[in-house]
């Protein structure tokens, strides 16, 4: 896919710096806000998509390396069964939050009911939802970059 | 009628609306850009229906995302509908 | 009007008096039917999670398995696609 005009590229290389850290904000604060590892990914990679639509994919292909996608991806996936096997090893089953209430990181109790929320909570969840983030994120943006990529090469075998 | 009760008339009738004028253009970028218009207003009502994860989701997703896919796959052929 | 465009039809208005039907024995926003389980996850999340959003507590703690299922529906959509456009290239 050829690039897009000198106006879309501006844009969008000024408005993709905001929506990468709102979606890696939503990430963060999963355990706390609306949203988690799922949505945030999702915006994330939508900014991804937006600089690949405006720049072309072989541009996007130059700039990045598709052996550290992979990686990411995997260590995303392994992230997430890892804390998963954590928990039955510390705790008593598959996926039990074994650091609540632990004083270690992430182990704070919050007070029952409505108030100000901190970032310290949460036991195995924060963690979780940045292993799920960083693997909806390569996920969903592999799939956009490879179909780029694929109809680039397929309209160039027409002519 | 609270303000909130008319938002919940007036958003599923522009969703229909939007889904409407998606099938009947010719120009296949513009039909994008309207099932993209109708993915936003499906995210509000999932929000005035107290879900704003799914709202982040949906726009994330649906408005995002799809569009992407959409117009990646449209460069790749014609841009404008021919007779059948 | 061909038998095509009648049968069309009928097909159509059966599914819409479904959907009719459905929309008004739907019971009220916001009040389900069997509440138990809804009481015990609002009662007790920030007290066994130690989170304070509730549906991420249940995402990845109460109901953990699905997210896993979740994931592994994500990997294995990514490498479908990357076998399908990689032959295609080769072509």
Redesign the interface.
């Known amino acids: 896919m050829t690039k897009m005009s000198k106006i879309v590229r501006t844009i969008a290389s000024i408005a993709f710096p905001f929506a990468m850290i709102y979606g890696l904000y939503v990430i963060a604060h999963g355990h706390l806000t609306p949203g988690g590892g799922f949505q945030g990914g999702a915006i994330a990679a939508s900014a991804c998509a937006m600089i690949l639509v405006a720049f072309g994919s072989k541009w996007t292909l130059d700039k990045i390396k598709e052996k550290r996608l992979s990686v990411f991806e995997s260590l995303g996936g392994i992230g997430f069964i890892a804390i998963a096997l954590l928990g039955l090893v510390f705790g008593a089953a598959f996926f039990n939050n074994f650091l609540t209430g632990s004083n270690f990181l992430f182990g704070t109790i919050p007070a029952t009911g409505s108030g100000l929320a901190d970032i310290n909570t949460g036991g195995v969840l924060p963690l979780m939802n940045f292993a799920v983030g960083l693997k909806v994120i390569v996920g969903l943006f592999v799939i956009v970059l490879v179909m780029a990529y694929a109809a680039t090469s397929f309209k160039e075998d027409k002519k | 009628m609270t303000f909130l009760e008319l938002l919940h008339i007036i958003i599923p009738i522009l969703i229909v609306a939007a889904s409407v004028v998606a099938v009947l253009l010719k120009d296949l970028l513009a039909a994008v850009i309207a099932v993209a218009a109708m993915s936003l207003l499906l995210s509000l009502e999932f929000f005035i229906l107290q879900a704003p994860d799914v709202a982040i989701a949906q726009a994330g997703v649906g408005a995002c995302l799809t569009t992407a896919i959409f117009i990646i796959a449209i460069r790749a052929t014609k841009r404008m509908e021919g007779e059948v | 009007m061909s038998t095509r465009n009648i049968a069309a039809v009928i097909v159509f208005s059966i599914v819409a008096v479904f959907f009719i039907f459905t929309a008004l024995l739907m019971h009220p ?1 916001g009040v389900p039917d069997e509440s138990d389980m809804d009481d015990y996850i609002i009662d007790n999340t ?8 509730g ?3 249940v ?3 109460y109901r ?2 699905d ?2 299922g ?2 592994t529906v ?2 294995t ?2 490498a479908g ?2 076998m399908i ?2 032959r ?2 080769n072509d």
């Not at chain 3, 920030?46 to 959003?53: D, L, R, V, W, Y």
């Open positions: 926003f920030q007290e066994e999670t130690g989170a304070n959003n549906v991420t507590a995402v990845f703690d953990g398995f997210t896993l979740e994931a994500l990997f959509a990514v696609v990357i456009f990689r295609l290239k």
